[in-house]
């Protein structure tokens, strides 16, 4: 079973499989998103013409072909989205998806057929090794997209199939045009499938109890303003704060209880370290302590997408309310840990664990 967005991605990743001597299903999650993108704005999936485009290839390779009603799962996740953006985090909707509609739903679809694999369109590497199935970066590291599927289930890897992972952009799309798919030269998509304007207006609209005025503060705690809600802002954030104080400020901190937004000068955004809850475990090796008693290792933390993963120590706590947790300290400060944000460990290319940053310890300065 192939996720087919209409892209060129998960388009060649049907073909490979179909020439490895699979015999590959195409699927189309439908989302029930019907609004139009906005005029000259970035593309989105998911949308109808996308899922006419992920049929018009599966008629190219000669493959059987369904469309799958995935909107109230979309619901929920579009829920849970806003949700996180009132507790003043910034969410990864992706890898939520991933988690549990590409790699969750469409295994019990791929069960109710009998199909033994699922694939996709990613740039990840899901590979057999000593023994165990490792889940591992993509070849091409200026497309890698391990960090979105970190919350797979380890179980689950042995029926995963990423073709496209072990090659670059520019071989994709040569693959697609010398086979004829008529998604050869097709823009990528951006942005957040859902969000059609901005965060902000998608959360007034579906939850407008969250969206609460609220003060802007500086370190020491004066008021510099006000503003409309924390829904309009994440850490790191530099436009839109709405003052002008004759020196750049930006968004250090985001606070539920009081709906309070604390700015101040790029220094202040570096963290020393953070803790991470929800944590999947996919290597044996955070198992083993490297410096005991204490279970501690090494690893490279990589704390958003566009992130170059940094050097750390790794400390594993006990559980908590919200699952498995972990203590990060990095070698160098790193800037803009926003909590909400998936952190994902490596040892290389190899995929140790990942999970959810909850707190960020600040950089003395």
Not at 71 to 86: K, M, T, V
Request: with cysteine; proline share 7%.
């Amino acid at each position: 079973m192939v996720a087919m967005s209409g892209g060129v991605d998960s388009s060649v990743a049907a073909a490979l499989l179909k020439e490895q001597g699979y015999q590959p299903l195409g699927v189309f999650m439908c989302a029930g998103l019907t609004d139009a993108d906005t005029p000259g704005g970035p593309r989105r999936c998911c949308s109808p013409d996308d899922s006419a485009d992920a049929r018009r290839v599966a008629l190219r390779l000669g493959m059987p072909f369904s469309v799958l009603d995935f909107a109230p799962d979309f619901e929920r996740l579009i829920d849970q989205f806003c949700e996180e953006y009132g507790r003043g985090r910034t969410p990864n909707p992706c890898v939520l998806c991933n988690r549990d509609l590409k790699f969750g739903r469409l295994f019990e679809y791929a069960d109710a057929l009998g199909a033994a694999f699922v694939a996709t369109g990613h740039y990840a590497r899901v590979e057999r090794e000593a023994g165990a199935w490792r889940l591992k970066r993509g070849l091409d590291r200026a497309k890698d997209q391990s960090y979105f599927l970190f919350a797979i289930p380890p179980a689950r890897l042995e029926r995963i199939r990423l073709p496209v992972g072990e090659m670059a952009k520019p071989d994709v799309r040569r693959i697609a045009r010398d086979l004829g798919l008529p998604v050869h030269d097709k823009a990528e998509s951006q942005e957040v499938c859902f969000v059609r304007g901005t965060v902000a207006e998608l959360v007034r609209a579906r939850r407008p109890e969250l969206v609460r005025p609220g003060p802007l503060l500086d370190l020491e705690g004066h008021e510099l303003g006000r503003h409309q809600g924390i829904v309009n802002f994440t850490i790191g954030q530099r436009r839109g704060l709405g003052i002008a104080t004759g020196r750049p400020l930006y968004v250090i901190a985001i606070r539920e209880a009081d709906a309070a937004v604390v700015v101040g000068p790029v220094e202040a955004l570096r963290s020393s370290g953070l803790v991470a809850e929800g944590i999947v475990w996919h290597e044996t090796v955070p198992m083993e302590p490297v410096r005991p008693p204490r279970r501690v290792f090494d690893a490279e933390v990589q704390i958003r997408y566009r992130h170059t993963a940094a050097p750390a120590w790794i400390t594993r706590l006990d559980d908590g309310p919200a699952g498995s947790r972990a203590e990060v300290r990095f070698d160098q400060p790193q800037p803009a840990v926003t909590p909400g944000q998936a952190v994902v460990f490596y040892r290389g290319d190899l995929v140790l664990g990942g999970g959810w940053i909850a707190t960020a310890f600040k950089a003395e300065t």
